[in-house]
């Protein structure tokens, strides 16, 4: 991502510290003085993105998502309080190789940027922050009762237009359950696309929401203030609901000043100032992500056209498995399938273009399953992986087929479940219904549209077709956790889902799968709509096997293994 001179890139860090072994994810941009930016809850790293454009030709800005938000792991720990969030960004600012930065922060962002400072002085130069709050005794009660309520998914989907709903009226009150005229806030209603947006957010801290959100609750921020060492500004807009707290922190030591700015661009402007006054030294290159022993850990793989999110374990000697999901999937929706592979293979789960924390590499106009190959491809050869083995689940195995078929060598044994394969008619049939449109509505119904659509998808194939004929046969699989993911995925990418749901219908899996050279094991569920087909279609071919996998995808790994190792 690019704007003028400034290009941001995403990046991870992993740590071994206090709070566990665990993996920040961060947007860096520039090369000047070091700044870090800590986000408002529940964002992300997202909301900087038009200020890292803006700062980054002064600054090398570096905006990590908080433990918890966005990308980033949550820190390990029970009752963490804000001191420990402030000790996780020293820990970061440590992992980094930086020896001295400038802070800034917004919202929960500002309480984490200023007890850092007061934290950590040796590695601040000077602290920026805008909307700060100093809650007293009373507030912080009745907000850390109230205002947080668990987030668990429903199996109705209810908990997303309850999500909607607080979200939306978050921006009418504040606090967002006190419906009083004293709790109304004069703010115009943002569009459905921009509430989207924060609905977003939300999802991708879960019930992890609720950790720095409360921290800032319970902060003591007129303290902490009080206790800073480095050059400072506290301030907020006037229209801020934060902007009249300012009055009850104490005087403030020298060199530190605390005052309401009269807009929101002049707030920026004076942080921005104390930041350019105070500079830090040039931070040193972002180093690459370090393994994590016994788990799944991350790193952004640059390749033509932007940066591609891969999940990867190294333990084990061998071929790279690689495990690929399928249309409205990423990394987290095969997690378990990876995981069950964790000390037999080294394992790799890319996200495809345009899915969850992936660029879209691709560029606009129709996708096909070549075109996810070729990105495949560019991965494998960024990571030096010259032969691998590959376990794809429904379309994401037509991509490593057709990556086995093209590119002979690079894969050595394949498992599929769930192949998809379909005659003309039923391709008709599947490209006009399947993948409707989620248009974001200003009451919040396309949530529910794309829950019960997904959801559906365990009881009935096609989804739409919903009748005694359509149901599919054995045990259900409709955990509400598995449901809820895979809905997330789909708002996240809300042109490529659809898109690669049409690459993958097109695909004649089960015609291709005659030119692959390679051991091809046809793995399904008892409940997967291809059972039969695979069934059919390995007793045709002499490279091909069939295998009645378990329930539970966290098991399937296991039950491979064999396979893999050519031992079935």
């Known amino acids: 991502m690019s704007d003028g001179n400034v290009t941001i890139t995403r990046h991870f860090v992993s740590i071994r510290g206090r709070y566990g072994e665990r993996q920040v994810h961060y947007r860096r941009a520039g090369d000047g003085p070091s700044l870090v930016l800590l986000h408002q809850s529940p964002q992300s790293s997202l909301e900087y993105v038009p200020l890292m454009k803006k700062w980054g030709r002064h600054f090398t800005v570096i905006a990590p998502d908080t433990p918890g938000y966005g990308a980033s792991d949550p820190a390990e720990g029970e009752d963490l309080t804000m001191a420990d969030f402030a000790d996780c960004v020293a820990e970061f600012i440590r992992a980094l190789g930086i020896s001295k930065t400038g802070l800034y922060g917004f919202h929960t962002g500002a309480a984490m940027s ?24 009373e507030e912080q009660a009745e907000l850390l009762a109230n205002y ?35 709790a109304r806030m004069s703010y115009d209603l943002p569009s459905a696309d921009h509430l989207q947006r924060e609905v977003l957010e939300f999802l991708r801290a879960g019930d992890n929401y609720r950790k720095a959100y409360g921290c800032a609750f319970s902060h003591d921020g007129a303290e902490a ?54 500079p830090a030294p040039v931070p040193p290159a972002s180093p690459p992500a370090q393994a994590l022993d016994g788990r799944l850990w991350s790193e952004m ?214 030119e692959a050279g390679i051991p091809v094991l046809l793995a399904t569920a008892e409940w997967d709509v291809a059972r039969q087909l695979s069934e059919r279609l390995a007793g045709e071919h002499a490279h091909c096997d069939a295998l009645l996998l378990p329930d539970n995808p966290a098991d399937w790994g296991t039950a491979v293994t064999p396979f893999f190792e050519g031992d079935a």
Not at 116 to 136: E, I, Q, S
Not at 236 to 247: F, K, M, N, P, R
Request: charged residues 20%.
């Open 301 to 514: 793989v640059s390749i033509p056209g932007g940066q591609v999110r891969v999940y990867r374990n190294t333990d084990a000697d061998g071929t790279t498995v690689v495990v690929q999901h399928d249309a409205a999937g990423s990394g987290r929706t095969v997690q378990g399938l990876a995981e069950s592979l964790i000390g037999t293979h080294p394992v790799l789960a890319v996200e495809l273009p345009g899915h969850a924390d992936s660029d879209n590499t691709i560029g606009e106009g129709d996708v096909s399953v070549a075109d996810y190959r070729d990105a495949l491809v560019q991965v494998l050869d960024a990571l030096g992986l010259e032969q691998v083995n590959g376990y794809g689940v429904w379309g994401g195995g037509s991509v490593l087929l057709d990556l086995a078929i093209e590119n002979t060598g690079r894969i050595g044994r394949l498992v599929i479940t769930g192949l998809i394969d379909h005659t003309e008619e039923e391709q008709a049939d599947l490209l006009a219904n399947y993948t409707p449109e989620i248009v974001p509505q200003w009451h919040g119904g396309h949530l529910l549209e794309a829950w019960h659509m997904m959801r559906d998808q365990g009881i009935y194939f096609p989804w739409y077709s919903r009748t005694a004929e359509s149901m599919l046969k054995g045990e259900p699989y409709l955990d509400p956790g598995m449901v809820h993911r895979r809905v997330v995925e789909v708002l996240r990418a809300p042109v490529m889902w659809r898109k690669a749901y049409h690459a993958h219908f097109r695909y004649r899996a089960g015609q291709r799968l005659a």
């Open 148 to 182: 947080l309520p668990p987030f668990v998914p429903a199996w109705d989907g209810s908990h997303l237009t309850w999500l909607w709903s607080r979200l939306r009226q978050q921006l009418m009150f504040f606090p967002w359950y006190d419906l009083s005229a004293a």
């Open 114 to 137: 200023v007890e850092t400072a007061a934290r950590h002085p040796d590695l601040v130069t000077a602290v920026a922050v805008n909307g700060y709050g100093a809650f007293n005794d």
């Open 225 to 278: 203030v009080v206790e800073l060492k480095v050059p400072g500004l506290v301030t907020a807009w006037v229209g801020d609901v934060l902007a009249s707290q300012l009055e009850r922190i104490p005087p403030p030591p020298d060199g530190v000043e605390v005052y309401p700015s009269p807009t929101p661009q002049s707030a920026l402007e004076d942080c921005f100032r104390l930041l350019a006054a105070n």
